[in-house]
């Protein structure tokens, strides 16, 4: 089977499991429209992991969440929606363009009560965090610039408790992240991101890679031991 076959297959069966699993509402399918109207990069998750996020959310009994990386606003849905009416989530965006976007499909969703969205370079926003002292996080979704994602691990690893989850998105890069020799500083981020969960003593994690509508891709997850 040809590279295009299976590509092909991969999103016919995520269409598949879509349409079967997933109850992607109005607001939801406006979030990912209304990205590519404006001409957003096409980078919000599919909407079986969007759900997957959903439900390792509630899995957790997660009650607050840390976001890197909101884009339109897309996964901030699942995930707010996933932490329910009493829950907190907090979002990280740099572009002010995306962040007004996303408040928008945010109140359309009718979660805008339970997101902070802020604007500005992450890692200032985790900085201001960190430095505030506030409630630990129970799960961090990283999906933002990969070449800071060492930096988002640090952070994430001073907002979160014993039993919290940390997930990064995108640790596949087209399969360049097994090359150590890579030129690319995204793939560089990643390795060290991955170096610094496989060797942290207050961390368990694990990859996966991934097929679907997205493409070839995978995520790390991690439960944080000790904090
Ligand atoms: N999580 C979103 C979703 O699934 O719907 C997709 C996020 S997209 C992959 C990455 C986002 O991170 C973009 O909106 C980009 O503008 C933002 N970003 C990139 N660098 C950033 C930085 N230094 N600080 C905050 N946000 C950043």
Same mark, same amino acid.
């Given at each position: 089977m040809?590279?295009?076959?299976?590509?092909s297959?991969w999103?016919?069966?995520?269409?598949?499991?879509?349409?079967?699993?997933?109850?992607?509402?109005?607001?939801?399918?406006?979030?990912?429209?209304?990205?590519?109207?404006?001409?957003?990069?096409?980078?919000?998750?599919?909407?079986?992991?969007?759900a997957?996020?959903?439900?390792l959310?509630? *899995?957790?009994g997660?009650?607050r $969440?840390?976001?890197?990386?909101?884009? @339109?606003?897309? #996964?901030t849905?699942? %995930?707010a +929606?996933?932490v329910g009416?009493?829950?907190?989530?907090?979002?990280?965006?740099?572009?002010?363009?995306?962040?007004?976007?996303?408040?928008?499909?945010?109140r359309r *969703?009718g979660?805008?009560?339970? $997101?902070?969205?802020?604007?500005?370079? @992450?890692?200032? #926003?985790?900085a201001? %965090?960190? +430095?505030?002292?506030?409630?630990?996080f129970?799960?961090v979704?990283?999906?933002?610039?990969?070449?800071?994602?060492?930096?988002?691990l640090?952070?994430a690893l001073?907002l979160?408790r014993?039993?919290s989850l940390?997930?990064?998105d995108n640790?596949?890069?087209d399969?360049?992240?097994?090359?150590?020799?890579?030129q690319?500083?995204?793939v560089?981020?990643?390795?060290?991101?991955?170096?610094?969960?496989?060797s942290?003593?207050?961390l368990?994690?694990?990859a996966?890679?991934t097929?679907?509508?997205?493409?070839?891709?995978?995520?790390?997850?991690?439960?944080?031991?000790?904090?």
């Open positions: 040809s590279v295009y076959e299976s590509t297959m999103k016919e069966v995520d269409s598949y499991f879509s349409q079967v699993l997933i109850a992607e509402d109005d607001a939801l399918i406006t979030a990912r429209e209304s990205a590519r109207l404006h001409h957003l990069p096409p980078h919000e998750v599919a909407a079986n992991q969007g997957f996020l959903g439900l959310t509630r *899995a957790v997660a009650r $969440v840390l976001e890197i990386g909101t884009l @339109a606003g897309y #996964s849905i699942w %995930l +929606r996933a009416d009493n829950g907190h989530v907090t979002t990280l965006e740099v572009e002010p363009q995306y962040a007004a976007i996303a408040q928008e499909n945010l *969703a979660v805008s009560q339970v $997101v902070d969205l802020r604007v500005g370079p @992450a890692l200032n #926003s985790l201001t %965090l960190v +430095r505030k002292g506030v409630e630990p129970d799960l979704f990283i999906d933002a610039d990969k070449p800071n994602n060492p930096g988002y640090e952070a001073a979160t014993r039993g940390i997930i990064g640790v596949v890069r399969g360049e992240v097994a090359d150590a020799a890579s690319d500083d995204r560089q981020g990643v390795r060290t991101f991955l170096a610094m969960l496989g942290d003593p207050r368990d994690a694990t996966l890679q097929v679907g509508s997205k493409g070839w891709d995978g995520f790390a997850i991690a439960v944080v031991r000790t904090p």
